[in-house]
């Protein structure tokens, strides 16, 4: 089963294709995981990736196609994944259809703007392992701590006030225009994020078996 999360920053995709992984045991793979992780490292990819993301923009598509075709050929996506975060365009969408991918569903995940900065201000994640919390609705058993694997939870560079905003406004320019697209083709479902994980988690399960 390959399946798409849609949805702005900050409205659960992470926590559901984390909740989706589990279930379905398929890997839950992130396009921002897999720049932030090539950013850390330092690699040729990460450096041309960092002014982007720390200016709440997308990295340039050529980059983020070439590193998530990279990932889908490792033998754990052989019986499907989950894409957190990809595409973000249409070029992107359309990158995925040329590359003979067929996409089961596309579940978007809607969040009002308003409570999407309220949760970006404050989420934290784990330094080591990408772990996401939140300091109201989702905090760790020790603060400062990830409950996975003990590495220390840090605010992300991108989810400052003004790069949450410039965020927003390109998820809105360029991301949303994908729900036209996936809803032309009968794979959009739509799914209206919850204030408790469980909740959310609940519709997503319904959305995968209708
Ligand atoms: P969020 O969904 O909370 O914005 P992500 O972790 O998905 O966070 O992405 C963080 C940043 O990584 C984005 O703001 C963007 O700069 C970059 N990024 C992630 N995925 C893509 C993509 N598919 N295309 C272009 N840029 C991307």
Avoid: W
């Amino acid at each position: 089963m390959k399946l798409i999360l849609l949805g702005a920053p900050g409205a659960g995709k992470g926590t559901q294709a984390e909740m989706i992984r589990e279930r379905l045991k398929i890997p839950a793979i992130s396009t921002g995981n897999i720049i932030r992780e090539a950013i850390k490292n330092g690699t040729e990819a990460g450096k041309k990736a960092k002014i982007y993301v720390e200016s709440g923009g997308l990295v340039p598509d050529g980059t983020v196609i070439d590193m998530l075709k990279e990932r889908l050929l490792m033998p754990d996506c052989k019986d499907g994944y989950i894409l957190d975060g990809f595409p973000r365009n249409v070029a992107q969408a359309q990158a995925l259809d040329e590359m003979g991918i067929v996409i089961e569903k596309v579940i978007d995940i809607e969040v009002a703007d308003e409570k999407i900065q309220k949760r970006l201000l404050g989420r934290r994640v784990c330094a080591a392992c990408g772990s996401s919390y939140h300091l109201d609705y989702k905090p760790p058993g020790v603060p400062d701590i990830c409950d996975k694997c003990g590495g220390k939870l840090v605010a992300r560079k991108d989810d400052e006030p003004a790069t949450v905003l410039e965020r927003l406004k390109v998820y809105h320019e360029q991301t949303e225009p994908l729900k036209d697209y996936y809803n032309a083709v009968g794979k959009l479902f739509v799914v209206q994020g919850q204030d408790e994980v469980e909740d959310t988690a609940r519709l997503v399960l319904a959305a995968l078996e209708a």
